[in-house]
């Protein structure tokens, strides 16, 4: 069964090693946990998968391949039919009956009396107050109403489950999913590297402990707030094509401002030119030079732009190619500027990959970044943050 579970785990794209595997048996050999399936999932887990974004396919292979131990918590694994698992017809209770329905009681007795029913039960139940089915009010199923019990399959209805199978734990953590706000934070936390700067307002235990010991009084030691010290300079794309990416540049930059404490953004649209801002509603009255912000921020800031990059290519290539003022240097020439004085310098685009051999635009800004562009997608948000703590 564990050669099993180890082939599918590598079917799925996680990339689990024998030597892991090994380790694994080891680790079960020496009884490290207690005999039970929950305890076996972090243990394996914890094991094989070493990237968050992988969280959710483990799931997903754990219940296929130990879907009927799991589903009975340690005890002799019953299979549950499918068809079992679909509600055939919500069963309406008024409150009356609802207060008729009597809870089990602890834990213990509501998992031993599953046990004792998957042991029983020898075919599909709809209705009633005992079996495992749907649409009734035993503690086992779902689609009825029990004020405790376990649900399997279906969905929520009350929120009164004390225990849910076919819940995967991490859900929204699969870098072939959209993007979130979560997801995002997941990926940018690989652009973390943590400093002690600033004023010494926090306690250090070990510090004045060590020094407490030495004097042979009590010396209070205190240090800096230990950060992520990496600087991070957003540029993000506004207005015309990148009106349906707002949500995802939304999420992005929420997750960039909670991320990282040194952060400076400026607004652009399509391409940046000499004048970039921070307000879009005064973005022509309140401009600020690109050449102020290339001298205030050093070389030690990583510079990260977001646009489709879906444009007209004389808004490049030219000198008044702007669509809305009169540009006297061309785009590429500001690009050039800004990735010689940020080295680490990477473009995310939100269209998708497949699109943009379509667009010239897109061609002759990826040249211009060296090709570091990359789609706004969790597993390109993940190359693009790899790129930048890349060594130059």
């Not at 380790?23 to 076996?40: C, N, S, Y």
């Not at 785009?331 to 050039?336: H, I, L, P, R, Y």
């Not at 800004?338 to 998708?352: E, F, I, K, R, S």
């Not at 061609?363 to 190359?383: K, Q």
Request: hydrophobic residues 40%; glycine residues 8%.
């Amino acid at each position: 069964m564990f050669l099993t579970f180890l082939d599918e785990l590598r079917l799925a794209g996680i990339p689990a090693s024998l030597k892991e595997h090994l380790v694994l048996l080891e680790a079960l050999d020496a009884e490290v946990i207690d005999r039970t399936p929950e305890d076996f999932y972090y243990l394996a887990r914890a094991t094989y998968v070493k990237d968050e974004g992988l969280l959710d396919r483990f799931d997903q292979v754990f219940a296929k391949v130990f879907r009927g131990i799991a589903t009975t918590y340690g005890t002799q694994a019953t299979d549950i039919p499918a068809d079992w698992l679909k509600a055939v017809a919500d069963k309406y209770l008024t409150p009356e009956e609802m207060e008729q329905i009597k809870s089990l009681g602890s834990w213990d007795e509501i998992m031993e009396t599953l046990k004792q029913r998957l042991a029983e039960q020898e075919g599909r139940h709809q209705g009633g107050n005992k079996w495992i089915g749907t649409g009734g009010t035993s503690p086992y199923g779902n689609s009825g109403y029990n004020p405790e019990g376990v649900r399997i399959g279906g969905e929520s209805k009350h929120g009164r489950a004390l225990k849910v199978w076919d819940q995967r734990e991490f859900k929204n953590l699969d870098n072939t999913r959209e993007l979130g706000t979560r997801n995002i934070k997941v990926a940018l936390r690989r652009l973390r590297r943590f400093a002690r700067e600033g004023a010494a307002d926090e306690l250090d235990i070990d510090g004045t402990i060590d020094g407490t010991a030495r004097q042979g009084w009590l010396d209070v030691r205190m240090r800096p707030e230990r950060r992520n010290a990496v600087k991070l300079l957003l540029f993000l794309d506004v207005g015309g094509s990148m009106d349906p990416w707002i949500k995802l540049c939304e999420e992005l930059f929420s997750a960039a401002t909670s991320e990282f404490k040194n952060l400076e953004f400026f607004y652009f649209h399509n391409c940046p030119y000499e004048g970039v801002w921070k307000d879009n509603r005064r973005r022509f009255a309140e401009r600020t030079p690109l050449w102020d912000v290339l001298h205030k921020f050093g070389h030690d800031y990583k510079l990260v732009l977001v646009g489709d990059a879906s444009m007209s290519p004389y808004e490049i290539t030219h000198p008044g190619g702007s669509v809305e003022h009169f540009n006297e240097e061309a785009g590429a020439v500001w690009m050039q500027r800004l990735t010689t004085t940020y080295p680490a310098a990477v473009w995310l685009n939100p269209m998708p990959k497949d699109q943009w051999g379509y667009s010239q635009s897109i061609r002759i800004l990826r040249e211009l970044m060296a090709d570091r562009m990359f789609p706004l997608t969790l597993a390109g948000l993940d190359d693009a943050m790899r790129e930048l703590t890349r060594k130059r």
